[in-house]
């Protein structure tokens, strides 16, 4: 790698050029960069959604969930899948294995699904769709109005949504709440017998008319005129107008009225009746433009929404994004500052000291060139990762320039300093840097979620390393010589020499080295002893470790879930939330709120019903999350008659919990499976540090059956299905279709007059026989029965979920202890249950890196053991690892830092950097035993000389984390703070015990080998 350092110097000119052409490439690259919260992810899942209107959840289970279930099993790659079965819907969600082509594998699913089509209830159609971070909104806004909900949403659709969907990058803006328009037509039973017309007659009346049919063209002269046949209905007069007979109007048969569907959730923003705009943005969208377009968009959208409407910004992406990009880049820059400061320390030139700091922004620069051309965004992953290499990119240059200026200050010539001097690292400082680089390559073994967060973070590290190395080889051996000074010219050069080695001798740091290395090579024994009772002691420590597996610090929302009696309505439980609001709106901290009563998450998995709210709340930039959680759960389970109420804190744009405890359930009885889940959910109540428990086996909801009386029924040529339909169509109506009026598509819904108010009524409900109308009750039994609410299946198992917050920093014990809990239970024949949540997440996410960690420690073996053509001198290289732990657990128990995800991957950076110096050492090490020195000599020499380096990359590196370590701007620390404060630790104590304990361990080898 020299022969790079001899080419830029034969080549100066050509050499600054380039840097400064990067340096302008990346001026012009750098602000193309795409800013996210997160690097795009893409989920090997699929979710299918199949509405069933009417249908009970056992019915929906039997007839929908199971068949398409069954019928997707034979799709390559499918790992799990996950139904819920609930009234009127069935939501499946479909897992794959990680590296499953998900285009391919929906296109399977959908096709299964279409192979029993004709097994499935003639009025359900399932949707397939696929999920990944692009489906996380970019902004949410809330809109309200002092005039009606009908005339807002639709000015929101005309003018709001076509000024949001011309923005660029947007790839859809939707509503979210509004209820869509509808037809109501409600026959007269004696109009209609009179006139000899059914319902049937009204359903084809409205299909075959109010179309617009192309017909072809004719011919006029010398033109060619298009034909059309048909209009739409411009109002419902229209509808009045039109002939189910020749004889007989609409509106002769039926009463015909324009209203909103009836409502099955309810949105309010801060207290206030609101309708939503989601909007997403496409893949290659940048959110951070598309927000600002919004914002400066706002004032005019709600002058032309009129009638006092206000947009709120309810949730906006970009203000995570640029907050974690600002707070980062602060640290960053601290930390390069404090850096420089290092360098400054111990060089004591400034001359030298800027030399070796142009490496820190030319290698962060051509990262990010790198970053921009491989499609990657600026995101919290990949500038954390470029934060954290500030401190390690300028390792390859300081070693370089310090040796540069030894050799000058030894009186050589400029050209003859720099190139001995950049020979002699050369090789040691490239593999370290391949050595720090190779450590990411397990990342590859790591799944899953963690596994996609970090790829991006582990290739923008090992961009900017190897950055730094051409940049330590080329540009700095360029600038060294320009910039440095040999020493004095006219003396005499071994004297000089001679001269050098003194002032060296006589530094502090050589003074305070030698006689503790001197010590540890001659009593070898006591140091090796020494070394093996301080690892003793780092497994002990390594107990008292918490774990978890993220930190939630830096999050500004939260969440507020509020689930009524089953069965209560829409109206009550809507009650029930205001006073949940109240409490929010007075609760010091919150700037604002949006509460969502009734209906359901994400595709419906998640099922929501009547008696379900949820209040989204995002908290004052300098509110403490933690300290308002708390509050807010006190204050709340303080109400009575509100329910069960549950606080967590929110994702801030993420799509993962960091609290979330879940134990899933099983069992083929539902008995038993009641009871096993009610054991589990008292263990879990009754554990420490879990809260807000709750088990998603709702209580049992009635229902009225209506059972026809065979023989009364049939005598009057009465059906199951025929009774079915007429109950249906009074309760709540038949749709027939749509009609387009004024435009606007608009569902058709066919009433049999009014519906009954309650089951007295239901039973008096006139039924239409060939011997005149009979009441219900005259041919069917009317019973009010139980059934259940929901059936959740695991895989086709009947599963329940019993979930609760963690709310200790951790969970890793927590889950120790719930674990113990669970494992006292009798459960009932044929139940059993499996830790999911962050639990199951956690210990994957350990299994994967755990392996990752052994992987970078045989890739490290190999890459020293092909530098020092050596099997033996890596093993005594290999020492440092295990003492970097030493401190890195230390630090983490001081601090009271979890031992999580990220924490983890600072285990993997540490296991390439503490190896550096040692490999630096022992490079030169070995150099002065081909010279001829003797080992204790070679070993004495060669720590004297690398001394200074050594210090001065730990230093720089552990000052460069520190705003990290400390969090000094709190943004995006739930990844980068443990991570940091890891790799300090780890590298304080590894260089220590390098500086002393390789030296030994080398001259044991040694002397023996000689011997």
């Known amino acids: 790698m020299s022969l790079l350092a001899k080419i830029s110097l034969n080549n100066r000119g050509l050499t600054m050029l380039i840097a400064v052409l990067a340096i302008v490439f990346g001026g012009i690259a750098v602000p193309r960069l795409k800013q996210q919260l997160l690097p795009s992810l893409d989920y090997p899942a699929a979710f299918i959604v199949a509405p069933y209107p009417g249908a009970a959840p056992a019915i929906v289970d039997e007839q929908v969930t199971l068949p398409i279930v069954t019928a997707i099993q034979s799709v390559e790659g499918l790992e799990s899948t996950t139904s819920i079965s609930r009234e009127s819907a069935a939501a499946v969600q479909v897992a794959f294995v990680f590296g499953t082509d998900l285009d391919k594998a ?15 209830p003639s009025d359900v159609s399932p949707s397939v769709y696929a999920g990944g971070t692009s489906d996380i909104p970019a902004v949410v806004l809330a809109a309200s109005s002092s005039g009606d909900e009908r005339l807002l949403s639709e000015r929101l659709t005309a003018t709001v949504l076509p000024e949001l969907q011309r923005i660029d990058g947007i790839r859809e803006a939707t509503i979210t709440g509004a209820r869509d328009r509808m037809i109501t037509i409600t026959p007269n039973p004696a109009t209609m017998a009179t006139a000899g017309v059914d319902a049937q007659a009204i359903a084809a009346a409205l299909r075959s008319n109010g179309v617009e049919t192309p017909a072809g063209a004719v011919a006029d002269g010398d033109r060619s005129l298009t034909v059309q046949v048909g209009t739409v209905f411009d109002d419902v007069d229209d509808l009045r107008e039109l002939p189910v007979t020749p004889a007989v109007r609409l509106g002769d048969l039926a009463e015909i009225s324009e209203s909103l569907a009836a409502a099955t959730s309810i949105t309010r923003t801060n207290g206030k009746t609101s309708l939503g705009i989601m909007v997403t943005a496409t893949p290659d969208g940048t959110i951070v433009e598309i927000s600002d377009q919004i914002q400066a968009a706002l004032p005019d959208l709600e002058r032309e929404l009129g009638d006092g409407a206000k947009l709120t910004v309810i949730f906006d992406q970009a203000l995570y994004i640029t907050e974690s990009i600002r707070s980062l880049t602060k640290e960053g820059l601290l930390g390069l500052v404090f850096a420089v400061i290092v360098i400054l320390v111990f060089l004591f030139s400034i001359r030298s000291t800027l030399v070796t700091a142009i490496s820190i922004p030319m290698s962060i620069l051509i990262a990010l060139i790198a970053l921009w051309a491989g499609g990657y965004s600026l995101n919290i992953l990949t500038l954390g990762a470029l934060t954290i290499a500030v401190g390690r990119v300028v390792d390859d240059s300081i070693v370089v320039l310090e040796n540069i200026k030894r050799h000058l200050d030894y009186g050589e010539d400029r050209i003859q300093a720099v190139t001995t001097a950049v020979r002699e690292v050369a090789g040691a400082v490239t593999a370290s840097t391949v050595t720090t680089v190779a450590v990411f390559a397990p990342i590859a073994l790591v799944g899953g979620l963690v596994g996609q967060l970090f790829s991006s973070f582990a290739v923008t590290i090992a961009v900017a390393l190897g950055a730094s190395l051409l940049v330590a080889l080329t540009i700095i051996p360029v600038l060294a010589y320009w910039t440095l000074r040999p020493a004095a010219s006219g003396a005499d050069p071994e004297e000089t020499h001679r001269r050098a080695e003194r002032r060296e001798h006589a530094s502090l740091l050589q ?142 744009g993420m799509e993962f919990s960091a609290s979330r405890l879940e134990v899933l359930v099983h069992a083929s009885d539902p008995t038993a499976l009641g009871a096993a889940s009610e054991q589990v959910r008292a263990a879990m109540a009754g554990t420490s540090g879990i809260v807000d428990v709750a088990s998603d086996l709702a209580t049992s ?25 007429l109950v249906a169509a009074t309760l709540r109506g038949t749709t027939l279709g749509q009609v387009t009026l004024g435009g606007v598509p608009q569902a058709v819904v066919l009433r049999l007059g009014q519906g009954p108010g309650d089951p007295d009524q239901l039973r008096m409900l006139p039924v239409t026989t060939p011997a005149g109308q009979v009441p219900l009750e005259t041919i069917a039994d009317l019973v009010t029965v139980d059934g259940p609410v929901r059936i959740s299946r695991l895989d086709g198992d009947r599963t329940v979920t019993v979930s609760g917050t963690a709310t200790g920093e951790d969970v890793g014990q927590t889950t120790e202890d719930l674990t113990a809990a669970l494992e006292r239970l009798t459960l009932p024949e044929g139940a059993s249950y499996d830790l999911g949540g962050v639990s199951a997440d956690q210990k994957d996410a350990f299994a994967d890196l755990g392996l990752a960690l052994l992987a970078a420690i045989v890739i490290v073996y190999l890459v020293m053991a092909i530098t020092f053509r050596s099997m033996l001198q890596p093993l005594i290289l290999l020492v440092s690892i295990p003492f970097a732990a030493t401190g890195a657990i230390g630090l983490l128990l001081v601090t009271g830092t979890a031992l999580g995800v990220p924490a983890l991957i600072g285990a993997l950076m540490l296991v390439g950097i503490v190896v550096t110096n040692a490999i630096v050492l022992m490079d030169l090490i070995n150099k002065y035993r081909a010279s001829g020195l003797g080992v204790i000599d070679a070993v004495v020499e060669g720590g004297r000389h690398r001394l200074r380096p050594i210090l001065m990359t730990a230093v720089a590196t552990v000052c460069a984390l520190l705003p990290m370590a400390l969090g000094v701007e709190g943004s995006g620390g739930f990844l980068s703070q443990p991570l940091a404060i890891m790799v300090i630790g780890g590298l304080i104590s590894s260089t220590i015990l390098t500086l002393v304990l390789v030296p030994t361990l080398y001259t044991m080898v040694g002397l023996r080998a000689r011997s």
């Open 511 to 652: 003074r305070a080295y030698l006689p503790v290395l001197r010590f540890a090579i001659t009593w070898r024994l006591t140091t090796a002893l020494t070394g093996l009772v301080i690892f003793v002691a780092t497994v002990g420590l390594a107990l008292g470790l918490k774990t978890n597996f993220f930190d939630q610090t830096g999050q500004n929302t939260l969440s507020v879930t509020q689930t009524m009696p089953v069965g209560t309505s829409l109206a009550v439980t809507d009650t029930a939330t205001a006073r949940v609001e109240a409490v929010v709106a007075e609760t010091k901290g919150v700037e604002q709120y949006q509460a969502t009563v009734g209906g359901s998450s994400m595709m419906g998995l998640t099922a929501a019903g009547g008696n379900v709210s949820s209040v989204s709340i995002t908290l004052d930039k300098e509110a403490d999350a933690a300290a308002i959680e708390r509050t807010l759960r006190q204050r709340l389970n303080a109400l009575t008659g509100a329910g069960e109420i549950r606080v967590s804190a929110g994702s801030g």
């Open 106 to 120: 929906i296109s399977k699913v959908e096709s299964s699904i279409s192979r029993i089509k004709s097994q499935l």
């Open 701 to 725: 909801a009635p229902r009225v059956e209506i059972r026809l009386k065979r023989q009364a029924a049939g005598a009057l040529g009465l059906t199951d299905a025929g009774v079915g339909q």
